[in-house]
């Protein structure tokens, strides 16, 4: 079968909402992050699928729960008026069970790309952390890194925020 669709895969924690610092685990402390909607309507408009890729291994640790991550998803989908099309999350931890579906692991990647028929050559992950680049890197996918400090050696871009990313992507 043709992989046919491209897509923008996000990470969420300090991409879609801020990096507080600590672990998040009250709906009242999340916080989208300001600016965010136009960018991913730019991208959205430009033909891209918007998936939501994040680790969560506080379900495992017991700190939240799966409804949890479900609610602040709801809450980004919100803010920028629903265009995001899927949220795949690993809900494990090294330390109570080993997954391939957490990032640095490419099983969640995977699993969207099948399903939606990507084609990896022509989409691209947005991420703050290397752990967010290393499979996107492995499956062809290209890498921007939003960050301030020194961009990873799996980054294909370095960016200091969404729209800038965003404005990379549109001109590549």
Same mark, same amino acid.
């Given at each position: 079968?043709?992989?046919?669709?491209?897509?923008?895969?996000?990470?969420?924690?300090?991409?879609?909402?801020?990096?507080?610092?600590?672990?998040?685990?009250?709906?009242?402390?999340?916080?989208?992050?300001?600016?965010?909607?136009?960018?991913?309507?730019?991208?959205?408009?430009?033909?891209?699928?918007?998936?939501?890729?994040?680790?969560?291994?506080?379900?495992?640790?017991?700190?939240?729960?799966?409804?949890?991550?479900?609610?602040?998803?709801?809450?980004?989908?919100?803010?920028?008026?629903?265009?995001?099309?899927? +949220?795949?999350?690993?809900?494990?931890?090294?330390?109570?069970?080993?997954?391939?579906?957490?990032?640095?692991?490419? +099983?969640?990647?995977?699993?969207?790309?099948?399903?939606?028929?990507?084609?990896?050559?022509?989409?691209?992950?947005?991420?703050?952390?290397?752990?967010?680049?290393?499979?996107?890197?492995? +499956?062809?996918?290209?890498?921007?890194?939003?960050?301030?400090?020194?961009?990873?050696?799996?980054?294909?871009?370095?960016?200091?925020?969404?729209?800038?990313?965003?404005?990379?992507? +549109?001109?590549?």
């Amino acid at each position: 079968m043709t992989k046919v669709n491209k897509c923008i895969f996000l990470d969420r924690d300090g991409v879609l909402n801020e990096e507080l610092g600590y672990q998040v685990t009250k709906a009242e402390e999340f916080k989208v992050k300001e600016g965010i909607t136009e960018p991913l309507k730019h991208l959205k408009q430009a033909g891209f699928l918007l998936i939501v890729m994040t680790n969560q291994s506080g379900i495992a640790k017991g700190d939240y729960t799966e409804d949890f991550v479900l609610e602040c998803h709801e809450r980004i989908q919100q803010a920028v008026g629903g265009i995001l099309d899927d +949220l795949y999350f690993a809900p494990g931890h090294e330390s109570v069970s080993r997954s391939l579906m957490r990032k640095s692991d490419s +099983l969640m990647f995977e699993k969207a790309i099948a399903k939606y028929k990507i084609d990896a050559g022509k989409s691209w992950m947005i991420g703050d952390k290397e752990r967010d680049l290393i499979p996107a890197k492995k +499956l062809g996918i290209g890498t921007v890194h939003l960050t301030d400090k020194e961009a990873s050696e799996y980054a294909d871009f370095k960016v200091h925020d969404l729209a800038e990313a965003t404005s990379v992507i +549109l001109n590549e």
